[in-house]
């Protein structure tokens, strides 16, 4: 796998592909080097103004004025090494002795993530310890089963910029070789976490970035390499944490749209049955440690809310300390859900790794690409493909929503608070209603059980996972005591036999976890705006 | 694209499924067209006539027809479907067994599963491993089509090279055919037209007048629009050939199945008189009870669709269910 590929060799394959794809004239895909540069340009400008890089400023002005005195093989050059130094910025932090090391450095990493860095850093904490936190469960044989027959691209939910990490985790817990990992840059960054993710086999996504076309082509070019040659590939196509706390519900096309032209090039390699899989996979936190500014972030875009900064928790020491504390002291667990595998055309596959039609047919889904006897690159075509593959990793994800207590409890209290006339919109929830809001505990309970016992029954129908805590006063007090685990303002307090809404923010985004399941009668409520009614 | 030409598979040998083949062997293809019943296969191979579904046509010399699935469709550029919807899922299913993954199939198909209220694509997509499904749709009268009078249709898939296939499979001088990508809203309007045609099969036999005709299709199709849009459909499909154009032709034409059917129930007639002096079930009849189930499913107000359907399983009277209709508060025209 891609513990024989030297990170150097990728790199300079993806300048090579990315300039290949990318002609002077307008290519069969459309895309014009000139054209792309100067957007790429416009893209870096703009992103300078809010993230300025003495270094950066420089090199894209140099580019800028070279690019308008430029003939076509100047304009080549130019291209080639504007892409050098995206793949640099993508894949630069790449460790040689990566995967050897990765043993190691995987639960390390995790230490500090769920014994405090002190613990960790001072081997505290036993392996054992904070594998425990992590609970696999879903088709795990079948990911087993199909990366030992070809590359995968494990498509995972994503809330916090810890995921990858967990993610990573549970692979090495499966006894898969370690993923090419598509971290953001923040993790590269960060003082505890940086070096490990560093030696993780991780190439770097700057979100800020991903406006420049150029750095797209990169990344998806670099990711796509990565499956061609053997290597798996862990990605988040929802592209950002989610703000509003809900799953995702659409995806991003371009790193899931990896599998589909490495398929191809497999293909036309020839030799052996070409195949790539997409395996969905579902990370439930039962607290986020970015909870409080992703959801501000929602609450400022989505609901036009103004905007309370609170300070970022991922960049502060101390609140990852307060989160690692909090898991443990509570006693809680991170849960990864595998999805079945899919062909990068979003159909089933089966033990050996081939493609079934829907009713179960065996088909070769290579001949997807075909026109006219032969392997076309088609993007209306292929991006068609890849958002059906899109649909079935959502549904995916969906199905392997583990509902915690956290999520439960927050839910019911919401969904409480509407029945009652208390939660008419978002805007007067928010900033009215909610923050002196109080619900009677036992009333609660009830809301609880009933609740339960809807997630039961869409549990047994295969809609979303069994619920952890499955008794309604265990599963509140297991919720309450996480709240106050971690976040400064607790979300939910108890007091006398009642529950004060200590945040209304963040109740929202927990219970957010749970919107679209039309639980306990609820219609989905996260798209709608600040003023809306909440039917 | 080489403009080389098409081998064309058509599934179905009933008027339009055979126009269509006409269509695409006039354009220079060469078309197999499928049926399950061998004596109009050995009747269309040796006398070129297709009696029971156009009479006094002569096939064309670039159709071939066929039992087999598997000979109609192995290696065939385009797959077209014109089987009726209840008949659908079995025929796809066959089709699953011979289809390759890279053939692209368009169906031109005007209805709903009764029991599921899947829409054809959506079967075709639950019965073989097709991905690039497209629909065609528009006010085509087979017969009119067959007689080689002009006509336009459309052809929606989110698949622009399948679109660009069905428009070379069938275009010609006589019939324009035209593209687009909104597949649901295609499908929808074309099933749910049926209900409406129902109505102005009524407004005809109780010689209501054509201003009475023009408000009942035109508010017919807004609800149509209104259930279409609440489930993802694009407003503007209904502005077009597969939208109002297909309502049109359909409510203007009294010899249409849907049509009679609402005279018969207007003279009178019970639902199972109607059916049973038609001979056969008008499409109508069934997807009255999905408009029904659909508009309710997505919280949408469709009274229109509602009478005719209180006509056809409550008991209704046509002219109470106009008068009902008439004293409906009017609202703002267009919602939204």
Redesign the interface.
């Known amino acids: 796998m891609l513990a024989n590929v030297d990170p150097r060799v990728l790199a300079r394959a993806t300048v090579t592909r990315v300039v290949e794809q990318t002609n002077l004239g307008s290519g069969p895909a459309g895309l014009d080097a000139r054209d792309l540069l100067r957007e790429t340009f416009y893209a870096e400008r703009r992103r300078l103004e809010s993230h300025p890089d003495a270094g950066e400023q420089a090199f894209f002005a140099r580019a800028r004025r070279d690019l308008e005195r430029a003939g076509d093989a100047e304009a080549r050059a130019l291209l080639r090494e504007v892409v050098s130094r995206y793949v640099d910025d993508l894949a630069g932090h790449f460790d040689r002795k990566v995967h050897a090391l990765a043993t190691r450095v995987v639960p390390r990493a995790l230490g500090i993530m769920f014994g405090g860095a002190e613990g960790a850093l001072t081997g505290g904490l036993g392996l054992e310890a904070f594998g425990e936190r992590l609970v696999i469960s879903g088709e795990v044989e079948a990911l087993r089963r199909v990366a030992a027959v070809g590359p995968v691209l494990l498509a995972g939910t994503h809330a916090s910029y810890l995921d990858p990490i967990v993610a990573a985790w549970a692979l090495h817990r499966l006894g898969l070789p370690p993923f090419a990992t598509a971290a953001a840059r923040p993790l590269f960054e960060h003082p505890l976490i940086g070096p490990f993710v560093r030696r993780l086999g991780s190439y770097s996504v700057d979100e800020s970035r991903t406006g420049a076309p150029l750095y797209r082509e990169a990344l998806k070019a670099y990711a796509t390499l990565v499956l061609e040659h053997g290597g798996g590939d862990l990605v988040f196509p929802g592209g950002v944490r989610t703000a509003s706390g809900a799953l995702e519900r659409r995806p991003k096309l371009g790193l899931l749209g990896t599998a589909l032209p490495a398929l191809r090039a497999l293909a036309l390699r020839g030799g052996a049955p070409a195949r790539v899989f997409v395996v969905p996979c579902t990370i439930s936190w039962p607290l986020v440690l970015e909870a409080e500014t992703r959801v501000e972030r929602w609450l400022e875009v989505a609901l036009g809310a103004r905007h309370v900064p609170r300070g970022d928790e991922f960049a502060t020491t101390r609140r990852w300390l307060a989160f690692g504390r909090g898991l443990v002291s509570a006693d809680l667990r991170v849960h990864v859900v595998i999805g079945r595998p899919l062909d990068p ?1 979003g ?1 089933d596959v089966d033990d050996e790794g081939s493609s079934r ?3 179960g ?1 065996r ?3 290579t ?6 006897g032969s392997l076309t690159v ?1 993007p ?2 292929d991006a ?2 890849t ?2 593959l899109a649909a079935r990793v959502t549904a995916s994800w969906r199905a392997g929503v583990a509902p915690l207590s956290t999520h439960l409890l927050a839910y019911a209290v919401f969904e409480r608070l509407h029945r009652e006339g208390r939660a008419r919109d978002w805007a007067r929830f928010l900033t009215d209603v909610a923050p002196d809001a109080r619900v009677d505990l036992a009333t609660i309970e009830a809301d609880v059980m009933r609740l339960l016992d809807e997630v039961r029954a869409l549990a047994g129908a295969g809609a979303l996972r069994a619920p952890i805590d499955d008794e309604a006063k265990l599963a509140v007090a297991r919720a309450l005591k996480t709240f106050a685990t971690y976040h400064p303002r607790p979300v939910l307090v108890r007091e006398d036999g009642r529950l004060r809404v200590g945040d209304p923010a963040l109740l929202a985004y927990y219970r957010n976890r749970l919107d679209g399941f039309g639980l306990l009668g609820a219609p989905s409520r996260v798209d709608l705006g600040a003023g809306e009614v909440l039917s | 694209m ?1 403009q080389a030409p098409l081998t064309v598979a058509v599934l179905g040998a009933g008027n339009w499924g055979t126009a269509l083949a006409d269509l695409a062997a006039r354009a220079g293809h060469s078309v197999r067209l499928w049926m399950r019943n061998p004596a109009q296969a050995e009747e269309i191979e040796t006398k070129r006539t297709n009696a029971k579904a156009i009479p006094g046509y002569v096939v064309h010399e670039r159709i071939r027809a066929t039992t087999s699935l598997e000979l109609a469709v192995r290696g065939a550029d385009l797959v077209t479907v014109v089987i009726p919807t209840q008949s659908m899922r079995q025929v796809a ?1 066959g089709l ?2 011979v289809l ?3 053939q692209p199939v368009l169906h031109a198909t005007k209805g709903l599963e009764i029991d599921t209220l899947r829409r054809v694509s959506e079967i075709l ?5 097709a ?2 499904i497209g629909v065609i749709s528009g006010p085509n009268i087979a017969a009119e089509i067959a007689q080689g009078r002009p006509a336009g249709t459309l052809v929606a898939s ?4 399948l679109v660009a296939l069905g428009r070379r499979a069938f275009s010609s001088s006589r019939f324009r055919v035209f593209g687009g990508d909104d597949v649901l809203g295609v499908e929808l309007a074309g099933a749910l037209k049926n209900v409406v045609a129902l109505a102005a099969g009524m407004a005809t036999q109780m010689e209501l007048g054509e201003n009475a005709k023009a408000l009942l299709i035109t508010r017919g199709s807004a609800e149509i629009a209104g259930i279409a849009r609440a489930m993802g459909a694009r407003a503007s499909t209904f502005a077009g050939l597969a939208g109002i154009g297909d309502l049109l032709v359909t409510c203007a034409s009294p010899l249409s199945r849907n049509h009679r059917a609402g005279a018969a129930l207007a003279r009178g007639m019970t639902l199972e008189q109607a059916v049973a002096s038609l001979g056969q079930v008008a499409e109508g009849v069934h997807t009255a009870k999905a408009a029904r189930v659909l508009a309710a499913r997505h919280g949408v107000e469709a009274p229109l669709l509602d009478r005719v359907h209180r006509v056809l399983y409550g008991g209704l009277a046509p002219a109470d269910a106009l008068k009902q209709l008439m004293r409906l508060p009017a609202g703002r025209e267009v919602a939204g």
């Open positions: 055309f159909d039609d829907p009713r047919r088909l070769d889904a001949r997807y690409l075909l026109d006219g088609d209306a075509r068609e493909y958002r059906m | 080489s299913r699953g067994e390759a993954p890279e997509r639950e019965e073989t491993c991905r690039q989110p698949f622009p090279r």
